[in-house]
């Protein structure tokens, strides 16, 4: 640290060092980012919303009968005494639901991230 304390006062009491507080220009600056627009190539469009679509609905698909075996897990386990075979179907359950939520929000988030390159 006082190394650094060292060359910062070195720097500061040279007297060849001029440090500008003002701009030396005065006036207006322009603006040195460039308008860009980003948009998808037009041969890219259709086949990349089918597969994103597609991929969202087949997943939503599977959670939603992960939850359904799930449920037939906990009645077939409650009814026959089989406490394990109930207890794996409620895991299932909870894991289908996060599952579907995950997929559902992934998907929006694509589909919004997707659209706004589109214009």
Avoid: C
């Avoid at 980012?33 to 991929?55: C, E, H, R």
């Amino acid at each position: 640290m006082s190394q650094t304390l060292h060359v910062l006062t070195a720097i500061m009491g040279d007297p060849h060092v001029h440090i500008l507080a003002d701009n030396p220009t005065p006036g207006p600056v322009e603006n040195p980012v460039p308008d860009f627009k980003p948009t998808l190539p037009d041969s890219v469009k259709s086949p990349t919303q089918t597969i994103l679509g597609w991929t969202a609905g087949a997943g939503l698909a599977l959670a939603v009968l992960g939850g359904l075996v799930g449920w037939a897990l906990v009645g077939i386990g409650s009814s026959t005494e089989r406490a394990a075979l109930a207890a794996r179907g409620k895991q299932a359950v909870v894991a289908s639901l996060f599952a579907g939520v995950g997929i559902g929000v992934t998907a929006g988030l694509i589909f919004a991230a997707y659209k706004m390159t589109q214009g």
